[in-house]
């Protein structure tokens, strides 16, 4: 582990990791679908988050938003997990959870939902989904519902299907390996009409916001990891 000394202040989307400090580091890794008209998406997320020093968080998830990751992101809805240990942030306070977080006009609104105990990385499915039986854009894990309906999030019904990691710290980097789409369970998919059907994604491209960042394999499964 390495010592940062670089301080990073924006995000392309779900920048659930920046709070204020004149010292912390906030960057992201992420794999989108290069289309624009998805009403979903869905995989399962497995792997090691670890937070190494105090005022860390780690977040691994899925989500539809109104642009790439390499562009200005000012529309979204992502869901996943996430684990932090200090309070403050548009996600509430310290803890390990799930969590649904919406971005409208560029300001963040997250739901955290605690889970003790629970183990980051622990192989769940996260979907985010719009459709007239949810009545909005939803989060799902495990195929229960979470959050949503919401209404105005401000990009319709559709958008680019992304997968991202996050990190945020204030010295020692995280640890952070994580597989979306393991072998045998949800692959990354997207769906066009609301759900009822899904396809694997087959393509993608990807974006490192820090050099550190490193992503393997297919677009399902695949690795997002913090070297």
């Not at 985010?128 to 495990?142: E, H, I, K, R, S």
């Not at 979306?180 to 491209?205: E, F, K």
Request: hydrophobic share 35%; charged share 10%; with cysteine.
């Amino acid at each position: 582990m390495k010592l940062r000394r670089i301080v990073i202040v924006s995000l392309a989307f779900g920048a659930i990791a920046l709070w204020v400090s004149g010292s912390a580091f906030a960057v992201f890794g992420a794999r989108w679908h290069a289309n624009n008209n998805h009403s979903g998406t869905r995989a399962n997320i497995t792997g090691v988050g670890i937070l190494e020093s105090s005022y860390s968080s780690v977040f691994a998830g899925i989500g539809i938003q109104n642009a790439p990751p390499n562009q200005t992101v000012t529309a979204g809805f992502q869901t996943g997990e996430l684990t932090k240990n200090i309070d403050g942030s548009d996600c509430a306070n310290a803890g390990t959870g799930y969590m649904a977080e919406r971005e409208i006009s560029g300001t963040l609104y997250c739901d955290f939902f605690y889970q003790n105990p629970i183990s980051f990385g622990s192989n769940h499915r996260f979907a985010v989904l719009y459709n007239t039986t949810c009545g909005g854009w939803c989060a799902y894990m495990d195929g229960n519902l979470v959050d949503g309906p919401f209404t105005n999030i401000g990009m319709g019904g559709a958008g680019y299907a992304a997968a991202r990691g996050e990190l945020y710290y204030g010295s020692l980097e995280p640890v952070f390996d994580m597989t979306y789409g393991p072998s045998g369970y949800t692959p990354w998919q997207y769906t066009n009409d609301g759900g009822q059907s899904y396809t694997t994604i087959g393509s993608s491209s990807g974006y490192k916001q820090d050099p550190l960042f490193s992503m393997s394999g297919t677009p399902s499964p695949f690795e997002i990891y913090y070297d």
